[in-house]
């Protein structure tokens, strides 16, 4: 914070490069929520576990309040919107939804978005069904025996799990809490829900669709509640890999770096300032210690017709710098706790 306070000045006016939203969320209709033996499901937990995803997993990310929905401007400025588990949506904000989805925009919903009405029932079908392309199922016979059997407590042969589809070598990801869903016409199925034991397919995962110009994908769990609580790596993985797929377009920049690196683009008209800090999430870390990143290599993506100009770095900072077509790429040796890269775009 002592540097920032002594390049205040510098920095003032600096806002972030907007691509991916998190939309905030904390209230749960009577019956959403869920509690398990390590971890609960819900809507605050599950806006968390997004954004730490996307902060650990070097994404540009903002969180962002719930009245953005309702300003179409704003939310044409982000790439992707990730409603992680945004159960209740006035009219008036589905409507701004599927603007932004067809005029291009990524949306990732997840569990019970849209599923809840204005006075906190639960619904028969995904008030976002137009875009989502799913709708709950009633498991009935074989199906319901077979998911009375199974658990999804994060580990062993007799929970669920998910899959890409179709895949027969891929890892187990961790199901957590999900919704049954099936698949109405103009979805696909991206990752399916299988059994730990031969990993039969039983239901779909990840369904994702298309709306005008924009990519929709939805999953079926609350994989964001199940890693703000245990911070796995193959759940935080999963979940960048759906916020590339509803984006369809190139991110800002691409990291190599530990998790505990994070990273910022901000920008003031034509100035560019990208922070990379170094935090422990060691809540109990009284030695105060931080332990060195090495090697970092940060590729950001240059705008066709544009040039980088005054490439600078405070307050200290040793990095090497190229760029190859559409792309400048940064490396450091080390980074102790902050340093911050300047230029500007001509």
């Known amino acids: ?21 998190v939309v905030q969320a904390s209230r749960n209709p009577p019956g959403h929520a869920q509690t398990g033996w390590f971890w609960s499901a819900d809507a605050r937990s599950s806006t968390l576990g997004a954004f730490a995803a996307c902060l650990q997993g070097h994404v540009q990310v903002a969180s962002v309040p ?20 945004v159960p209740q949506l006035t009219p008036q904000r589905r409507q701004n939804l599927e603007r932004f989805v067809e ?33 709950p199922a009633h498991p009935q016979g074989e199906l319901a025996e077979t998911l009375n059997s199974y658990r999804c407590m994060t580990g062993g042969p007799n929970d669920l799990y998910l899959t890409p589809n179709g895949a027969t070598n891929s890892p187990l ?8 869903i099936e698949v109405l016409e103009g979805g696909s199925t991206m990752m399916d829900i299988v059994t730990g034991d031969g990993r039969r397919p039983i239901l779909p995962g990840v369904v ?38 509803a984006a369809a377009t190139p991110p800002p920049y691409q990291v ?38 090495e090697n970092v290599c940060v590729r950001l993506r240059i705008s066709e017709g544009r040039q980088v100009r005054r490439l600078s770095g405070f307050p200290e900072t040793s990095f090497q710098h190229k760029r190859s077509g559409q792309e400048l790429e940064l490396r450091f040796p080390r980074i102790d706790a902050y340093e911050g890269i300047t230029f500007e775009l001509q």
């Open 208 to 245: 994702t669709s298309t709306h005008g110009q924009g990519r929709v994908v939805y999953l079926a769990s609350s994989l964001e509640s199940l890693y703000n609580s245990t911070k796995q790596s193959v759940l935080g993985n999963c979940l960048r890999t759906l916020v590339e797929s």
């Open 1 to 21: 914070f002592s540097v920032l306070k002594h390049y205040e000045r510098e920095l003032q006016g600096s806002e972030n490069v907007p691509f991916v939203a």
């Open 66 to 85: 719930q009245s953005i929905l309702d300003e179409p401007e704003k939310l044409a400025r982000y790439r992707v919107l990730y409603l992680a588990d």
């Open 173 to 180: 990801i961790p199901l957590g809490y999900f919704e049954p």
């Open 103 to 135: 005029n291009g925009g990524g949306l990732l919903a997840c569990f019970g978005t849209s599923l809840y009405g204005p006075a906190g029932e639960r619904l028969d079908r995904f008030e976002l069904e137009s875009l989502l392309r799913v709708r």
């Open 256 to 293: 190599t770096a530990p998790s505990t690196l994070i990273v910022n683009l901000t920008q003031n008209a034509n100035r560019r300032v990208l922070h990379l800090l170094n935090w422990t999430t060691e809540p109990e870390n009284e030695s105060g210690y931080l332990s060195p990143i």
